[in-house]
């Protein structure tokens, strides 16, 4: 055979030495990405996921990915909060390496360093972000961007471009989705393939539901979690301090609507509606408001009735994501896109549904610490799987990168998911998962804390202005009500996991002392 040594030097050697590679670069051959991500979608809210809420509130376009793909099961964030899991996600590595690590008192996400979107341009793809970012510094690595200025605002928002900031009349959930509808469309044809981050703002705290789903769920009364009163015995003081509740901090005014002073509209951005919006904002929430305050509820009877609240607010904003989500499909079928192009659903981060008593994230608990997580890629994943693999937000910038034919950077912390797509998972697959938090004090007051999850075991240490370690076992105790860490039948077991602990934070490049420079000054 001859070797066209001038086609090698542009091909590259260890490309043209691997014909997958080689296969994947051909242009033609390389599949569209599109990632949608939700903010703060619970695992528990999407029926393909099953759940308590699965008959009342189904989601029935997120589950055609379902239906067509791989379902996670098991997919831990390393950081349970915005940001900084945006900033894990671009950049394949935990946050104290990519310099995001709360949202709190945070410097702008250094758009300087390597991303995964940068790397796929480079290798010959078109790139788009649209919706929420959050991470302060202006995007880089995409041919288009236009995002929301830091949380956004569900109602009339002003989007940040690369010509500066302007304001859009409609639902965020919709303006969203029709930018990246417009934007595909106007790629779709240019010959190469594109890759698009299309980041909902729902449904987000202080879930205020579009104009479609307003009374969507008014008259619907959903389960409760098992743990909506847990009282936190058996655990530690980070449990006892948190201000996360539905009982206490959950707001009856800005995060319930039933405003008694409409002044504190401004609060939440209910001020933008306009006379129209506004009058049909009304006509759901007057009567609700008048019947609350009417009823006087006090104690338990008053925690049901914001869980409801809550939970009808919340669920109707994922109808729109779900909505959302119908157009996108509908949008490849109907172009013929469908047979290239991957799609993806996820969360930034899982959420609580009342679980502990709470709502919010933060905790390396099941409910904030794992995210839904749902590829389809036609003629590669095989249809209606569902994976129990240990996978992470830590391994998406590897697994767009091999999807792309790309060689993923050795400095990445994470391990592309392709392989397990394809239906093998790797013999030496992560057998544990590496976390660390760092934002306290600040909103919910959830203590700073680092830890590592097996299959079965969760050792947490929380530090700062406490020293307290937490051990959990989730076949023994799944809703995790018990922490065994001075139980002595846990004791082997409980050292085992030390040493294990201590071994991850060493590959991660992570330890004690750096997290000493990362606490607050005085
Ligand atoms: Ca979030």
Same mark, same amino acid.
């Given at each position: 055979?001859?070797?066209?040594?001038?086609?090698?030097?542009?091909?590259?050697? #260890?490309?043209?030495?691997?014909?997958?590679?080689?296969?994947?670069?051909?242009?033609?051959?390389?599949?569209?990405?599109?990632?949608? =991500? #939700?903010?703060?979608?619970?695992?528990?809210?999407?029926?393909?996921?099953?759940?308590?809420?699965?008959? &009342?509130?189904?989601?029935?376009?997120?589950?055609?990915?379902?239906?067509?793909?791989?379902?996670?099961?098991?997919?831990?964030?390393?950081?349970?909060?915005?940001?900084?899991?945006?900033?894990?996600?671009?950049?394949?590595?935990?946050?104290?390496?990519?310099?995001?690590?709360?949202?709190?008192?945070?410097?702008?996400?250094?758009?300087?360093? @390597?991303?995964?979107?940068?790397?796929?341009?480079?290798?010959?793809?078109?790139?788009?972000?649209?919706?929420?970012?959050?991470?302060?510094?202006?995007?880089?690595?995409?041919?288009?961007?236009?995002?929301?200025?830091?949380?956004?605002?569900?109602?009339?928002?002003?989007?940040?471009?690369?010509?500066?900031?302007?304001?859009?009349?409609?639902?965020?959930?919709?303006?969203?989705?029709?930018?990246?509808?417009?934007?595909?469309?106007?790629?779709?044809?240019?010959?190469?393939?594109?890759?698009?981050?299309?980041?909902?703002?729902?449904?987000?705290?202080?879930? @205020?539901?579009?104009?479609?789903?307003?009374?969507?769920?008014?008259?619907?009364?959903?389960?409760?979690?098992?743990?909506?009163?847990?009282?936190?015995?058996?655990?530690?003081?980070?449990?006892?301090?948190?201000?996360?509740?539905?009982?206490?901090?959950?707001?009856?005014?800005?995060?319930?609507? &039933?405003?008694?002073?409409?002044?504190?509209?401004?609060?939440?951005?209910?001020?933008?509606?306009?006379?129209?919006? =506004?009058?049909?904002?009304?006509?759901?929430?007057?009567?609700?408001?008048?019947?609350?305050? @009417?009823?006087?509820?006090?104690?338990?009877? &008053?925690?049901? %009735?914001?869980?409801?609240?809550?939970?009808?607010?919340?669920?109707?904003?994922?109808?729109?994501?779900?909505?959302?989500?119908?157009?996108?499909?509908?949008?490849?079928?109907?172009?013929?896109?469908?047979?290239?192009?991957?799609?993806?659903?996820?969360?930034?981060?899982?959420?609580?549904?009342?679980?502990?008593?709470?709502?919010?994230?933060?905790?390396?608990?099941?409910?904030?610490?794992?995210?839904?997580?749902?590829?389809?890629?036609?003629?590669?994943?095989?249809?209606?799987?569902?994976?129990?693999?240990?996978?992470?937000?830590?391994?998406?910038?590897? *697994?767009?990168?091999?999807?792309?034919?790309?060689?993923?950077?050795?400095?990445?912390?994470?391990?592309?998911?392709?392989?397990?797509?394809?239906?093998?998972? /790797?013999?030496?697959?992560?057998?544990?998962?590496?976390?660390?938090?760092?934002?306290? /004090?600040?909103?919910? =007051?959830?203590?700073?804390?680092?830890?590592?999850?097996?299959?079965?075991?969760?050792?947490?240490?929380?530090?700062?202005?406490?020293?307290?370690?937490?051990? %959990?076992?989730?076949?023994?105790?799944?809703?995790?009500?018990?922490?065994?860490?001075?139980?002595?039948?846990?004791?082997?077991?409980?050292?085992?996991?030390?040493?294990?602990?201590?071994?991850?934070?060493?590959?991660?490049?992570?330890?004690?002392?750096?997290?000493? *420079?990362?606490? /607050?000054?005085?």
């Amino acid at each position: 055979m001859q070797i066209d040594f001038k086609l090698l030097t542009v091909i590259g050697l #260890s490309t043209y030495l691997n014909p997958v590679i080689y296969a994947q670069n051909e242009k033609n051959l390389r599949p569209n990405i599109i990632y949608i =991500m #939700s903010d703060d979608h619970a695992y528990q809210a999407i029926s393909a996921y099953g759940g308590i809420l699965k008959n &009342l509130a189904p989601t029935p376009n997120i589950d055609r990915i379902a239906r067509d793909g791989m379902r996670f099961d098991r997919c831990l964030v390393t950081n349970s909060i915005s940001g900084p899991c945006r900033a894990v996600i671009l950049t394949g590595k935990y946050s104290h390496l990519n310099g995001f690590l709360k949202n709190e008192g945070q410097q702008p996400f250094d758009g300087s360093q @390597q991303t995964f979107p940068k790397l796929l341009q480079k290798s010959g793809y078109i790139t788009a972000m649209i919706g929420k970012w959050h991470l302060i510094s202006d995007p880089t690595g995409f041919d288009n961007w236009e995002v929301l200025p830091g949380q956004g605002n569900y109602y009339n928002p002003d989007f940040i471009n690369k010509d500066g900031r302007h304001r859009e009349e409609g639902y965020v959930t919709e303006i969203i989705t029709d930018k990246c509808i417009k934007w595909s469309k106007e790629v779709k044809d240019s010959g190469k393939p594109f890759m698009l981050m299309m980041h909902h703002k729902a449904p987000h705290r202080e879930w @205020q539901p579009g104009p479609n789903e307003l009374s969507l769920y008014k008259n619907v009364t959903f389960p409760e979690p098992a743990t909506l009163f847990d009282d936190y015995a058996n655990r530690g003081t980070a449990e006892k301090t948190q201000d996360m509740t539905i009982s206490k901090t959950m707001r009856i005014e800005e995060d319930l609507k &039933l405003y008694k002073d409409l002044s504190k509209m401004k609060n939440t951005g209910l001020n933008r509606l306009s006379p129209e919006q =506004m009058s049909a904002w009304n006509t759901v929430y007057d009567p609700i408001i008048k019947q609350f305050y @009417q009823s006087d509820l006090k104690g338990e009877a &008053l925690v049901r %009735y914001k869980y409801q609240r809550y939970l009808q607010d919340y669920l109707a904003c994922i109808a729109a994501v779900d909505k959302s989500v119908g157009k996108v499909l509908d949008f490849l079928k109907e172009n013929g896109l469908d047979k290239n192009t991957v799609v993806i659903y996820a969360s930034d981060q899982g959420f609580y549904l009342g679980e502990h008593g709470w709502f919010d994230k933060r905790w390396m608990f099941e409910e904030s610490y794992r995210t839904p997580l749902i590829v389809m890629w036609p003629g590669i994943v095989n249809p209606g799987t569902v994976n129990n693999d240990m996978v992470s937000n830590l391994d998406l910038a590897e *697994t767009f990168l091999e999807m792309a034919g790309v060689t993923v950077p050795a400095d990445m912390q994470g391990r592309s998911i392709v392989p397990i797509l394809k239906g093998k998972t /790797p013999a030496n697959w992560r057998k544990e998962h590496y976390y660390h938090y760092y934002e306290y /004090p600040g909103s919910h =007051m959830v203590k700073r804390h680092y830890g590592m999850s097996t299959e079965r075991y969760k050792l947490i240490h929380y530090y700062y202005d406490i020293d307290e370690w937490e051990l %959990y076992d989730l076949k023994a105790d799944p809703l995790e009500m018990k922490n065994v860490y001075d139980d002595p039948s846990y004791s082997i077991i409980r050292k085992k996991l030390h040493k294990r602990l201590g071994k991850l934070m060493e590959k991660y490049k992570d330890s004690e002392e750096l997290a000493k *420079t990362f606490l /607050p000054k005085n």
